[in-house]
């Protein structure tokens, strides 16, 4: 268990996933766990679909930082945190693995209904901090979580007349420069066209998530 975390000064509303960025699952835990990192997860799943606990739920871990969504900042007072081993964009990304999804996928199950998470606040860490952070990226597989019934997805391309008012409606931060956040939206929506241009089919994708919002 990691002695990285404190109370929640109030309910769970928000499911975000992580990439641990490290060269390995040992390292990443390792540092989860120390608690000059003041850094931590409610959960990690290793590649082969291992999954280490390191703080209760009901307690606030230390994974979201400076956070934006949906209105709501500092996102660590009601959000559970999962990192998920992978060694990120510095030291070869790389796919995840179906065994390692599949966890994924069964422990999201499990704290979505847990909390009654809505679809809209299941987010990356590139959601909430698109001026910091790329995790879990492109290459992670969000239409295999909507499709098991957590998160938002949609294959689906609407007319669009403001971007920038969409992917508010969605949950992002606007007030930040605007390439950084169309690249957060690609990563997890469009995730074959992660160039930071909200051309028109970045548009239309975004129009149409906006009209999944309830």
């Avoid at 390292?27 to 606990?53: F, M, N, W």
């Avoid at 606030?60 to 930082?65: P, Y």
């Avoid at 957060?184 to 929506?189: D, G, I, M, V, Y």
């Amino acid at each position: 268990m990691s002695p990285n975390f404190d109370g929640r000064p109030g309910p769970i509303d928000m499911l975000v996933l992580h990439y641990t960025g490290m060269k390995t699952a040992a390292a990443a835990i390792e540092r989860l766990c120390d608690p000059a990192a003041k850094v931590s997860a409610h959960y990690v799943v290793e590649e082969d679909g291992t999954i280490v606990q390191l703080v209760d739920e009901q307690k606030r871990a230390w994974h979201a930082g400076i956070s934006y969504w949906r209105g709501q900042r500092s996102l660590n007072d009601s959000s559970v945190g999962i990192e998920i081993v992978n060694p990120g964009h510095e030291w070869g990304y790389r796919a995840f693995p179906h065994e390692q999804m599949a966890a994924v996928r069964d422990l999201c199950l499990g704290i979505i209904h847990r909390h009654s998470i809505p679809a809209r606040n299941v987010v990356g860490h590139s959601d909430i901090a698109p001026n910091r952070k790329q995790d879990p990226g492109e290459l992670f597989d969000w239409r295999y979580l909507a499709e098991a019934g957590m998160g938002l997805w949609t294959d689906e391309f609407a007319r669009s007349t403001d971007v920038a008012a969409d992917l508010a409606a969605i949950g992002y931060d606007i007030a930040l420069p605007l390439r950084d956040v169309v690249s957060a939206f690609q990563r997890h929506f469009l995730p074959d066209t992660v160039t930071g241009e909200a051309c028109a089919r970045t548009a239309g994708r975004a129009a149409a998530l906006a009209q999944l919002i309830v």
